[in-house]
């Protein structure tokens, strides 16, 4: 295979606190994107920014910093102090599906009207460095994978876009199951859409196996995993590393490691969850200890 990007998922209410110490602990990734950062009515102070990002750079991997908002000043301004800060690059997110995101027309609310997405890139590019990369992550489509015919293109024409990161499913199938040839019907066809511009592949790869042959069969040029990552707390590493501990030892590793940093009692129950799975006699045996 050629060179390809592995990329952790950003996740809203996950990646915070202890839990990215542990990650920079263990050396889990080599590039973070961070969740998004939602500038809504007004810039937000210096002090808020850096307390947002200082987690993210204990480790020292490139850091992308996500950004999600309606007002292209806005995010290009707050994009502009990041870039002060030694980060990587800047991504967009069009594509959450939370109903409380979309309502107010953010993250994936921004594809039900996608005409003017182009000229809203444009605009926080104009505030950045030049150097600094601009990338956007989006879905297929608001509703229809067909609106990918027309998103896709869009992207990749826009001078101001360097990079994609797309989910296959549209906003409005949230993480429903779709069969794997639909998954991989939509990876291979964005990446044709795409053309030249580098494309990022998400949604449902659980596997270094998994990851190489949607890879193979679409021609992208990466994956980002959210959050089968989790429950394998070393499957990004894996694709580079075969060696690293494999998913039963590395959940019981990755668990002491974000215990050991300060994980609050109540993420722990919800890190247990996603490890081990709430059914798993794992899960149960550490709620049982709490009770003691």
Partial sequence: MKNFEIWPG?????????FITAV???????????????????????NKLKSFLEPFQQSRVPVCVQLMGTDPVLLGKAGKIFADMDIA???LNFGCPS?????????????????????????????????????????SGWADPEEMEKLLPMFALCPAVDKIFFHYR????????????????????????????????NGDIDSVEDGERSMTLSGADG???????????WLLRRFHDPGVPGK???????????DACGVPHGGMIELARMLWGKESERFRQFIAAQSD
């Fill in 89 to 91: 690059s800047i991504n």
């Fill in 248 to 258: 039963a030892e590395g959940r019981e590793l990755f668990f002491r490691e974000a």
């Fill in 10 to 18: 950003p996740m809203e209410g996950v990646g915070k606190g202890g």
């Fill in 223 to 233: 994956v980002m995993i959210a959050r089968p990552w989790i429950s394998d707390p």
């Fill in 170 to 201: 549209t906003v409005k199938e949230l993480y429903f199951e779709l069969p794997d040839e639909v998954r991989q019907k939509r990876f291979k066809r964005a990446v044709e859409l795409a053309n030249h511009t580098p494309l990022i592949i």
């Fill in 24 to 46: 920079n602990r263990l050396g889990l990734v080599t590039q973070w994107m961070t969740p998004f950062f939602r500038v809504s009515q007004n810039l937000p102070r210096l």
């Fill in 99 to 139: 109903s409380r995101v979309i309502s107010s027309g953010a993250g994936g609310g921004a594809l039900r009207r996608p005409d003017g997405l182009a000229d809203f890139c444009r605009t926080v590019k104009s505030f950045l460095p030049p150097e600094l990369p601009l990338s956007v992550k989006i879905r």
